[in-house]
């Protein structure tokens, strides 16, 4: 922006046809250098008009007249000024008067436009050292001549440096139309991030009430940010939410945040909510690389942090925005995976710890994965190029307060031969898989606290891998046979079914019946080895059971320019039923497109506690033009003809403005069981500024 700063010299040129020049060497560090046809320098007074330009330190002022006091040092300039700042403002005015004694600038009548677009009408300023004071103003990032939204404040201040504004007593418009109100706001004029007021959220619940949402925004440092979240619901009460966000390195970053809520004792007998108060905490983190500089052997590692706690689901609920986790479910799941590898081996170390926020559930008798500990050897050629082995050990900790827990030790080494006949055109594979197990138990009485188990498997395999090129069309086919065979199994110093139930419920052993698998790959891709269609369908045939074949199972895709349609089935010979079938149809062009999909799924004999299915979903967007589009969806349940869930929206976008509203039906679990939440959304977005937004809940 403008800097103001002391006379040092005065240049006036006078333009006639001869030019004339004279400099005034002044007691003062910087110079003003004025231009203009027209020149009078009366005693101490100097006037300038006509096509007047004035260098002034760092920027360039374009006016109708100027005068210059060399007494007072005022510098005052009148009609039509422009002034440019090297930071790429600008300034147009009637009246402007710097003292540059002070290094203060007033204005009357200033438009003042930022390099962010961002314009200022204001009738009196004053600006000293980079701060404008405005009195009664105007902003907006619309059209000046027909702006759709307005910021009309009373008084505010606008520090240059920081390209930071507080307005007081500041109402936003819609054309002509009163939106919104606060006493102060404070924001950035550029896209930069900086403290202060975010726009609040405004909702409605039949059940909590009129809920405000007022987020605060510190940005502590370039990598590190806070938002403090507070919240009122009328009719349950209060809470807040602050999330820490940082960048700790080129390579990784975090999130944490903290959430309490406590309600009315009137709602929690209402609703019979068992906890009044909902809090909890969620760390999101993850890095490409934790030791990765001091690991040898070009190896390479990772972390993964994905933990929730919570004493309920309702902590999750009340959040507007909610953290990235496994689904706002009632059995909610932490994460902790640390890998690492290189081209030979692998190395893994994993936590899952879940908590059961469900009524009537001893969360206690959980089961907790703290750790698992995974080592594998990936595929390498011994004796020959033919012959291949890996190896995977694991070690579990299953654990938990109240219940029988467990550790685990498990081996597994596959080994491999393979060759081709005729040229490549038949490969065969024989393995053999070798699996070994010990298993030792706590918290609780048992026949034997420990148990061991051991078994192998062989598998054959006859397959091909055919191509043919047909010219525009390149056709692969991938038959395979693979036979499956159990070998010998072996367990001390008991057998499985002499374990307790407690110990059995924890895990399963045993080797897969003796089957033969048929399975059919194809895939058609055009002359730019784009894939147009595939098909993949498998069945299997067991000797020793009383119904020889299993599904049938059949997965294929057409894909046509901008069509694609899709089905995966499973059909049971044995009930003559199809088991499941998803399906779906997409159409997708530039301007619009859309999803039409069925799934369905029955609960069969051998599979009593599936759950039934068969619902239509539908989704579309259309995008009318640059500024319009629209979107919605449906799931429909076909056998109980009602509406699951289902939203229908759109967004209008401009410039300076854009706007996203829709309507919805969801379904939320709560403390209390699911419930079905409509929910009317509006969000104003005011480039550059940020957004207001509403939701409507029924």
């Known amino acids: 922006?403008?800097?103001?700063?002391?006379?040092?010299?005065?240049?006036?040129?006078?333009?006639?046809?001869?030019?004339?020049?004279?400099?005034?060497?002044?007691?003062?560090?910087?110079?003003?250098?004025?231009?203009?046809?027209?020149?009078?320098?009366?005693?101490?007074?100097?006037?300038?008009?006509?096509?007047?330009?004035?260098?002034?330190?760092?920027?360039?002022?374009?006016?109708?007249?100027?005068?210059?006091?060399?007494?007072?040092?005022?510098?005052?300039?009148?009609?039509?000024?422009?002034?440019?700042?090297?930071?790429?403002?600008?300034?147009?005015?009637?009246?402007?008067?710097?003292?540059?004694?002070?290094?203060?600038?007033?204005?009357?009548?200033?438009?003042l436009l930022s390099e962010n677009d961002v314009w200022i009408i204001s009738k009196n300023v004053n600006k000293k050292d980079k701060i404008y004071k405005f009195n009664t103003s105007v902003i907006s990032s619309c059209d000046v001549s027909n702006p759709l939204w307005t910021m009309r404040f009373s008084d505010s201040i606008y520090d240059v440096n920081k390209s930071y504004m507080k307005v007081y007593n500041a109402k936003l418009y819609m054309w002509d139309i009163p939106i919104f109100y606060t006493p102060y706001l404070g924001f950035s004029i550029n896209k930069k991030r900086s403290s202060g007021l975010l726009f609040p959220l405004f909702g409605y619940t039949s059940e909590e009430g009129f809920i405000y949402e007022q987020p605060i925004f510190w940005a502590i440092a370039p990598n590190i940010d806070i938002e403090v979240n507070p919240q009122l619901r009328s009719e349950r009460s209060s809470g807040v939410y602050t999330t820490l966000r940082f960048v700790d390195s080129n390579h990784s970053e975090g999130t944490l945040r903290l959430g309490y809520f406590e309600d009315f004792e009137s709602f929690t007998t209402k609703y019979n909510v068992p906890n009044s108060k909902h809090y909890g905490y969620e760390f999101n983190y993850y890095s490409t690389e934790i030791f990765?500089?001091?690991?040898?052997?070009?190896?390479?590692?990772?972390?993964?942090?994905?933990?929730?706690?919570?004493?309920?689901?309702?902590?999750?609920?009340?959040q507007k925005n909610n953290l990235s986790h496994f689904g706002l479910t009632p059995l909610q799941e932490s994460r902790i995976n640390y890998f690492a590898e290189n081209n030979e081996y692998y190395f893994g170390l994993n936590a899952k710890y879940f908590i059961d926020t469900r009524i009537n559930v001893d969360d206690d008798k959980t089961l907790q994965i703290l750790p698992a500990i995974q080592f594998h050897k990936y595929l390498e050629h011994v004796i020959s190029k033919n012959f291949t082995y890996s190896l995977d050990f694991k070690m579990n900790n299953f654990d938990r307060k109240k219940g029988s827990?467990?550790?685990?030790?498990?081996?597994?080494?596959?080994?491999?031969?393979?060759?081709?006949?005729?040229?490549?055109?038949?490969?065969i594979s024989l393995r053999e898989e070798l699996y070994y197990s010990k298993f030792f138990f706590g918290n609780g009485d048992f026949v034997s606290d420990d148990y061991q188990y051991y078994s192998n498997i062989y598998k054959a395999k006859i397959f091909t891998d055919l191509t043919k090129d047909y010219g525009n069309i390149v056709h692969v086919l991938q038959p395979s046979i693979l036979y499956v065979k159990p070998g010998v199994e072996d367990s001390s110093p008991i057998e499985f079914?002499?374990?307790?139930n407690e110990q059995k419920e924890l895990f399963t052993v045993g080797v897969p019946k003796e089957q033969i698998k048929f399975a059919l790959s194809q895939y058609f891709y055009d002359d730019n080895m784009k894939l147009k269609f595939f098909q993949r369908i498998a069945q299997t045939y067991y000797a020793d059971k009383t119904y020889k074949f299993s599904d049938i199972n059949n997965e294929m895709q057409y894909s046509f320019d901008s069509l694609v349609l899709y089905n995966n089935l499973g059909y049971s010979q044995e009930f003559k039923r199809i088991r499941f079938s998803s399906s779906y149809l997409a159409y997708k062009k530039s301007d619009y497109r859309f999803t039409i999909g069925h799934s369905y799924k029955v609960a069969l004999a051998d599979e009593p506690k599936n759950r039934d299915a068969n619902d239509i979903n539908f989704n579309f967007k259309y995008n009318y033009n640059k500024q319009f589009s629209f979107n919605g969806g449906l799931t429909y349940n076909i056998d109980n003809s009602t509406s699951k869930q289902w939203k229908i929206g759109g967004s209008y976008y401009?410039?300076?403005?854009?706007?996203?509203?829709?309507?919805?039906?969801?379904i939320y679990p709560t403390s209390i069981g699911s419930i079905s939440q409509n929910t009317f959304y509006v969000q104003l977005n005011f480039t550059p500024f940020g957004s207001i937004g509403t939701d409507t809940l029924r």
């Open 405 to 427: 827990i467990m550790k685990q030790a498990e081996f597994n080494v596959p080994i491999e031969f393979t060759t081709s006949f005729f040229d490549d055109f038949i490969s």
């Open 654 to 666: 401009r410039d300076c403005w854009s706007m996203v509203a829709s309507i919805r039906q969801d």
């Open 292 to 318: 990765a500089k001091n690991l040898t052997h070009n190896f390479k590692d990772g972390l993964y942090v994905n933990t929730t706690y919570l004493n309920d689901i309702d902590y999750l609920r009340l």
């Open 1 to 111: 922006m403008i800097r103001i700063g002391f006379l040092l010299r005065v240049t006036f040129i006078l333009v006639l046809g001869i030019v004339l020049s004279t400099n005034l060497l002044l007691a003062s560090l910087n110079k003003i250098e004025i231009k203009a046809k027209n020149i009078e320098v009366v005693n101490s007074i100097v006037t300038a008009s006509n096509d007047v330009i004035v260098n002034y330190d760092t920027m360039v002022i374009k006016a109708t007249a100027a005068k210059f006091n060399k007494k007072t040092k005022i510098l005052t300039l009148d009609g039509n000024i422009e002034t440019i700042g090297y930071n790429g403002t600008k300034e147009h005015s009637n009246h402007m008067v710097i003292d540059t004694n002070t290094n203060e600038v007033t204005f009357e009548e200033l438009f």
């Open 497 to 500: 079914s002499q374990l307790d």
